[in-house]
């Protein structure tokens, strides 16, 4: 940089010049940007604290209260708490939200690794009591920016978290406004089957569901069995939403199909698309903004809520 000082003034021009070289010169502050927090839940219904790990949108600290929905994201069979931003489905939603397809949102994804999205025969460990009873209003407690309503709030997973979407939509309709389930977990459970799987799944639900035949739990869990029990009025289900590849196992056997038609005799509402693809990653990257518009159309503009629509836990 050039100075040049002229007349009487110029030794007083020149000590100025300097100072203003001297002085610090201030970056404009950089933009908000999204983050991830990941907190710990403790819980009677875990023998452990859950890991939750949660991705908050840009601006999230400056949100006015009961602005923000809110999308439990349940993670598959073996991934954990992390898949949602190690997976990189964080940056689809980024960009979606900054090309102003979608509104910002907040993801919570609990870790439930090893558990079926299920109680476990015992009473020890009952990660399905935990996420329709001590997650939301954990999270609610925490971050008043979330919204109260209940169609403010979306629940959606992939593989084993699709089949714990649809078993909280089948037994508790009334916590969330609308449900997805990617590529979802569907399976004719019995104790023959839990006997004829590999290794690494038979211990885990020997564990969860139990050893024997008079004290297996399993049968009780099968998405079929339960869409044959007590079932709430149509009016008062979520939206629902299944999308799955063509390639993949439940659909090339007709495990899907079986579900639909279940669906359809229960009289549960649901909308169903296949897609190109298998039961991996790729599929599900490429799936997943059809998931996110799905719950944003679902969320609304987040007018004031109906208060007999506001669940109180």
Same mark, same amino acid.
């Given at each position: 940089?050039?100075?040049?000082?002229?007349?009487?003034?110029?030794?007083?021009?020149?000590? =100025?010049?300097?100072?203003l070289l001297a002085a610090?010169?201030?970056?404009?502050?950089?933009?908000?940007?999204?983050?991830?927090?990941? !907190?710990?839940?403790?819980? &009677?219904?875990?023998?452990?604290?859950?890991?939750?790990? =949660?991705?908050?949108?840009?601006?999230? $600290?400056?949100?006015?209260?009961?602005?923000?929905?809110?999308?439990? %994201?349940?993670? $598959?069979?073996?991934?954990s708490q992390k898949s949602?931003?190690? #997976?990189?489905? *964080?940056?689809?939603?980024? /960009?979606?939200?900054?090309?102003?397809?979608?509104? +910002?949102?907040?993801?919570?994804? +609990?870790?439930?690794? /090893?558990?079926?999205?299920?109680?476990?025969?015992?009473?020890?460990?009952?990660? @399905? *009591?935990?996420?329709?009873?001590? =997650?939301?209003?954990?999270? =609610?407690?925490? %971050?008043?920016?979330?919204?109260?309503?209940?169609?403010?709030?979306?629940?959606?997973?992939?593989?084993?978290?699709?089949?714990?979407s649809l078993k909280i939509?089948?037994?508790?309709?009334?916590?969330?406004?609308?449900?997805?389930?990617?590529?979802?977990?569907?399976?004719?459970?019995?104790? $023959?089957?839990?006997?004829?799987?590999?290794?690494?799944? #038979?211990?885990?639900?020997?564990?969860? @569901?139990?050893?024997?035949?008079?004290?297996?739990? !399993?049968?009780?869990?099968?998405?079929?069995?339960?869409?044959?029990?007590?079932?709430?009025?149509?009016?008062?289900?979520?939206?629902?939403?299944?999308? &799955?590849? *063509?390639?993949?196992?439940?659909?090339?056997?007709?495990?899907?199909?079986?579900?639909? &038609?279940?669906?359809?005799?229960?009289?549960?509402?649901?909308?169903?698309?296949?897609?190109? /693809? /298998?039961? $991996?990653?790729?599929?599900?990257?490429?799936?997943? +903004?059809?998931?996110?518009?799905?719950?944003?159309?679902? %969320?609304?503009?987040?007018?004031?809520?109906?208060?007999?629509?506001?669940?109180?836990?």
């Open positions: 940089m050039r100075i040049v000082v002229t007349g009487p003034t110029g030794r007083i021009g020149s000590l =100025l010049a300097l100072l610090p010169v201030r970056a404009a502050s950089p933009p908000p940007s999204p983050r991830t927090e990941e !907190i710990r839940i403790p819980t &009677a219904t875990m023998p452990t604290p859950v890991p939750v790990r =949660l991705w908050l949108p840009a601006g999230f $600290d400056e949100a006015a209260p009961g602005s923000l929905p809110l999308l439990v %994201f349940l993670h $598959d069979g073996y991934g949602f931003s190690g #997976r990189k489905l *964080d940056r689809i939603l980024d /960009g979606m939200i900054a090309r102003g397809e979608v509104p +910002p949102m907040v993801v919570a994804s +609990p870790r439930t690794f /090893g558990t079926f999205n299920s109680n476990d025969r015992l009473g020890k460990a009952r990660a @399905f *009591d935990f996420l329709v009873d001590v =997650l939301v209003p954990e999270l =609610l407690s925490r %971050f008043p920016q979330l919204r109260r309503d209940r169609a403010g709030r979306g629940l959606t997973g992939i593989s084993m978290g699709g089949y714990g939509l089948l037994r508790r309709p009334e916590l969330f406004g609308s449900v997805s389930a990617l590529s979802p977990w569907i399976e004719d459970l019995s104790f $023959d089957f839990q006997k004829e799987q590999n290794v690494f799944l #038979r211990v885990t639900m020997d564990r969860v @569901f139990g050893k024997t035949v008079e004290t297996s739990t !399993i049968r009780s869990e099968s998405l079929f069995v339960i869409l044959e029990g007590p079932r709430a009025p149509r009016s008062d289900r979520p939206r629902l939403l299944l999308v &799955a590849g *063509d390639a993949e196992h439940w659909v090339v056997s007709g495990k899907i199909a079986r579900l639909q &038609a279940a669906f359809a005799a229960a009289d549960v509402p649901y909308e169903s698309r296949t897609r190109s /693809g /298998g039961h $991996d990653w790729n599929f599900w990257r490429a799936s997943f +903004p059809e998931i996110v518009l799905f719950h944003a159309e679902a %969320f609304g503009p987040g007018a004031p809520p109906d208060p007999s629509q506001v669940r109180s836990w």
